[in-house]
């Protein structure tokens, strides 16, 4: 049903290890473009995901990062353990720069290696690529970019078996220019009714990528939780450093970012659920310790992923 689009940076594929028995209780199925050179830690996630019984959907031909220009190790480390990897579907990023013909001599190379997803992400050719793939049986799940394809494309597919909208809920802008609390999305409640069969998101990273962060000049700690006043929709928190002005002291302006999100945790009006990773936020503020940025991090998306565990747990959303 729910589908994190992670990219493959080192504490992402963390977050998925750490997550995989969420994530096979849930049927929750997270996609992975890998984006670093080294394959040893997906090679250890994804072992990590089949030991626990979940799935996993990997792209083959990544637009982004250190495999762009060539997908071949990663289909060399699909192929090395068919057996092993019975869980880990295939997935082909359909982008507006890949053509009609590069799309066809994928679909066709990867057309009798076990189960494969399309992710469409701005491709020009829905109505040829629709018929194409009607003779093509392993195809499972048309995943959809919102920002890249919009419905009159996807009205090309409606007859597909599985469908999953992916909405990007995360604004990108500084640290500092983040409001204390906004809107991330309402998808987990109304995919359904946009014809769907799963939702997805870019947790709390979103889909803008960037190879390394710059200069920290106001920590923030980003935590969506569900608003059931507002008919269930999810929100974020942005609990942000007091100081902004340099990059200096990041332990020190993290205890400030930290100090403000156990005051919202002492509210009687509090809605941010209680995940594994508040517990250490908990833990983190009563030691005064600083773990570090990507630490951080993945403690923010574990939380995005409990939290909507439980939500889905307690009924929340409509399985089809």
Known sequence: MYYPYFRGKQYELITIRESAPIFAAQN???????????????????????ENNAKAIVVINPQLGDHKSSGEEICSLLGNKPKGYKN??????????????????????????????LIHAGFSHAKELSIKIKKQENITTSIFLENHCGKLYRRHFKNHTHKVLI??????????????VEFFSDLHITFDEEGMN????????????????????????????????????????????????????????????????IRELRKSSNKIQETSAIIEFRSLHSRGHFPGLGYIKKLSMKHHIETLAKYIEDGGAIPT
């Open 28 to 50: 929750f199925i997270p996609i992975i473009e890998p984006v670093k050179e080294q394959l040893r830690s997906l090679e250890k996630t994804l072992a990590t995901i089949c």
């Open 88 to 117: 880990i579907a295939k997935g082909i990023l359909l982008t507006e720069e890949l053509s009609a013909k590069e799309a066809h001599t994928l679909l066709e190379a990867n057309s009798h290696t076990g189960q494969l997803a």
């Open 167 to 180: 909405r990007d809920g995360f604004q990108k802008r500084r640290n500092r220019d983040h409001p204390s």
């Open 198 to 261: 799963g939702f997805g998101d870019f947790l709390i990273v979103g889909d803008d990528y960037s190879e390394t962060g710059g200069p920290a000049y106001t920590i923030a700690i980003h935590l969506t939780f569900i608003d059931d006043e507002k008919d269930d929709e999810m929100h974020i928190h942005h609990f942000k450093s007091d100081r902004q002005d340099t990059p200096q002291d990041p332990a020190g302006k993290f205890s400030e970012s930290l100090k403000k999100l």
